[in-house]
């Protein structure tokens, strides 16, 4: 990806490809490799099988369903011409296992289930005054068509100090999904303006989001492939 | 003090002149010939670098190399470095001429990353050629600017492991673990060192942003500007508010926080007799700090002190050590657990203070004329752990 104008810092392309497995599908992800600074971060999950992982000592969200954080990343993107650093990155992808309470003998791999699961979800931890069937277009919820399973992108107001930001939930296998956020935040020092105004790194944000999910592969055996197409009464190719 | 602070030898042409001596290679690149221009610095600035720059760190090197690249200078190379004002009015272009004369005449600003540096280039007694000298540094964090300060809570949210940050609507803290951070970008990395300072994570941060941090530090400026002000309101208001607390608050305080603490008890009338008060890696004064909570009736009871590999907070031990155990001394005696506690944290400060002043010796081996800066800097990393 070619950033815009002077701004310089990791590229996903030439990240490390790491990769989790899970019952019937496997996941791979290319994390970027980031420099060693006071305030980076950069954490990967030890645990790399989920295939046979006792999930009852993870922590849980607001809904109860338990939840791992695969990768949690952070950077700051500097200008060329200064060596400033003008952006603070943040890039999140958490695992969550559904509450089997909320699944009631349905698969997150039927795309209907598993959209109505996020959504309502959603509602419930952002709650707003509207009906829950406004919440799909308050999300800006949409799908984005796959090879087997739709994934659904939505933009979250995480903090209502600043804009919403672009997240993806990917269905990984009955009652696994993932979820990838990346956020930029300008960075200010004191005295000194921003050369970079805050609709060039929301425009940026979301390239970069996009560029991060194309390294994202996830591989279905032929079996979760049949399993998918029976439950989204899909004729297969 | 906590910090040795920059000497300002830059004052005057004459000032720096008697200080000539004083000044030293800042790396074997720098040493002049047939590498360049000589660059210098001034060696009090020792310390204050060593808690700045890490050169184990991407930034830490991208200033260092920075610095060294003086040694190409040919013309003078400025920036803009803004009024100084919350706004950065623009300047008249009469008034920037003026100033343009003024400072030309006297030093330059090299602005690398969060680091203002202060030379003026000369040729002294003893250069060959026109050199650099560094004659005083300044700290600039960066931060971002979206988040107010203030109380923040953390809230769980849908498929997430980490919580939100969300400010809170009001400032009752009865009964809760109250955090105030360092120096950080932004609030969410505040809110994971709160968590991990008070092991809790219920646990609420007053989010001191780093600017404030900065200009309340021992390297930041006696104006205080408008963010700085309401970060200080804030804090206060959350005092009053919580003052006469049935259940308590405990305050866990880490590193340039300890500052904005320190000047809001200035501000608070009364006792704080049911406020309890925890110290992380603390760089302040300290020992102040400990004798107004004192009197203001505070607890500070248990381990009330900890320390976990920060440099900054290690150097600023070592140079007030005596004046923290007297301190700590005169403290009510404690009961039962407490007396173990205290001898602990009594052990450890003198243990530490011993480490925190070899990194300070080594400043004193820069008169030898063999070692440059940046060498004795990197020697004197090992103390940073």
């Known amino acids: 990806m070619i950033f815009p104008r002077n701004i310089i810092g990791p590229q996903f392309s030439k990240g490390d490809i790491v990769t989790f497995a899970f019952a019937g599908t496997e996941l791979s992800l290319r994390l970027p490799i980031i420099p060693l600074n006071k305030h980076n971060e950069d954490s990967v999950s030890s645990i790399k099988d989920f295939r046979n992982q006792d999930i009852s000592t993870w922590s849980e969200d607001d809904q109860g369903n338990h939840c791992e954080q695969l990768a949690y990343q952070s950077w700051s993107f500097e200008d060329a011409g200064s060596l400033d650093n003008i952006a603070l990155s943040k890039l999140s992808v958490s695992l969550v296992h559904v509450n089997p309470n909320k699944l009631l003998n349905s698969s997150l791999l039927k795309f209907s289930t598993f959209e109505k699961l996020v959504m309502d979800g959603l509602a419930y931890s952002f709650p707003n005054d509207e009906s829950p069937e406004h919440s799909k277009s308050r999300f800006f919820a949409k799908p984005i068509a796959q090879e087997n399973i739709d994934w659904l992108q939505v933009m979250i107001h995480f903090d209502l100090e600043k804009t919403p930001i672009p997240t993806m939930f990917i269905p990984l296998t009955q009652s696994f999904f993932i979820m990838i956020s990346l956020e930029i935040e300008s960075l200010h020092y004191a005295g000194r303006t921003n050369p970079y105004s805050n609709e060039v790194l929301k425009q940026f944000e979301f390239d970069l989001f996009e560029d991060f999910l194309s390294h994202v592969k996830v591989e279905y055996t032929p079996e979760t492939i049949a399993q998918i197409n029976l439950l989204n009464n899909k004729t297969p190719a | 003090m906590s910090l040795p602070s920059a000497p300002n030898a830059s004052a005057s042409y004459f000032q720096f002149q008697q200080s000539l001596d004083q000044y030293v290679f800042f790396s074997p690149l720098t040493m002049g010939g047939a590498s360049g221009r000589a660059v210098k610095i001034h060696k009090d600035l020792f310390l204050p670098f060593f808690c700045v720059v890490d050169p184990n760190t991407h930034d830490g090197q991208s200033i260092i190399?920075?610095?060294?690249?003086?040694?190409?200078?040919?013309?003078?190379?400025?920036?803009?470095?803004?009024?100084?004002?919350?706004?950065?009015?623009?300047?008249?272009?009469?008034?920037?001429?003026?100033?343009?004369?003024?400072?030309?005449?006297?030093?330059?600003?090299?602005?690398?990353?969060?680091?203002?540096?202060?030379?003026?280039?000369?040729?002294?007694?003893?250069?060959?050629?026109?050199?650099?000298?560094?004659?005083?540094?300044?700290?600039?964090?960066?931060?971002?600017?979206?988040?107010?300060?203030?109380?923040?809570?953390?809230?769980?949210?849908?498929?997430?492991?980490?919580?939100?940050?969300?400010?809170?609507?009001?400032?009752?803290?009865?009964?809760?673990?109250?955090?105030?951070?360092?120096?950080?970008?932004?609030?969410?990395?505040?809110?994971?060192?709160?968590?991990?300072a008070t092991n809790d994570n219920n646990a609420l941060l007053f989010y001191c942003p780093?600017?404030?941090?900065?200009?309340?530090?021992?390297?930041?400026?006696?104006?205080?500007?408008?963010?700085?002000?309401?970060?200080?309101?804030?804090?206060?208001?959350?005092?009053?508010?919580?003052?006469?607390?049935?259940?308590?608050?405990?305050w866990y305080v880490e590193g340039e926080g300890a500052n904005i603490l320190a000047q809001a008890l200035k501000q608070i009338p009364g006792d704080l007799s049911t406020h309890e008060f925890r110290f992380v890696n603390p760089i302040a004064n300290t020992a102040k700090l400990l004798e107004s909570l004192t009197n203001k009736k505070a607890k500070l009871e248990g381990e009330f002190f900890k320390y976990d590999q920060n440099r900054a907070a290690l150097i600023s031990l070592g140079a007030q050590k005596d004046e923290l155990l007297r301190v700590i001394g005169k403290l009510p005696a404690g009961k039962n657990y407490d007396i173990i506690t205290r001898s602990y944290i009594l052990k450890s400060i003198n243990d530490l203070s011993n480490t925190g002043n070899k990194a300070a010796t080594q400043e004193a081996k820069l008169s030898l004329a063999t070692k440059t800066f940046v060498q004795l800097l990197k020697a004197a990393g090992v103390y940073r752990k």
């Open chain 2, 65 to 196: 190399r920075q610095i060294e690249n003086l040694r190409t200078t040919c013309t003078i190379v400025r920036k803009e470095t803004g009024s100084g004002y919350r706004n950065n009015p623009p300047q008249g272009d009469k008034h920037k001429t003026q100033l343009g004369k003024v400072t030309s005449a006297f030093h330059q600003v090299l602005i690398i990353k969060n680091l203002h540096v202060h030379y003026r280039m000369s040729q002294e007694a003893g250069d060959k050629a026109p050199g650099i000298y560094i004659s005083s540094i300044r700290v600039v964090s960066e931060g971002a600017s979206t988040s107010a300060p203030g109380l923040y809570e953390s809230k769980a949210s849908f498929g997430s492991k980490m919580p939100l940050t969300e400010k809170m609507k009001s400032s009752a803290v009865d009964g809760k673990k109250v955090y105030i951070n360092g120096n950080v970008q932004n609030k969410d990395q505040a809110m994971k060192s709160a968590r991990y």
């Open chain 2, 210 to 250: 780093a600017r404030v941090s900065d200009e309340l530090g021992v390297m930041g400026s006696s104006a205080k500007s408008n963010i700085t002000n309401n970060t200080l309101n804030e804090l206060i208001n959350v005092f009053k508010q919580n003052q006469k607390a049935s259940r308590g608050v405990s």
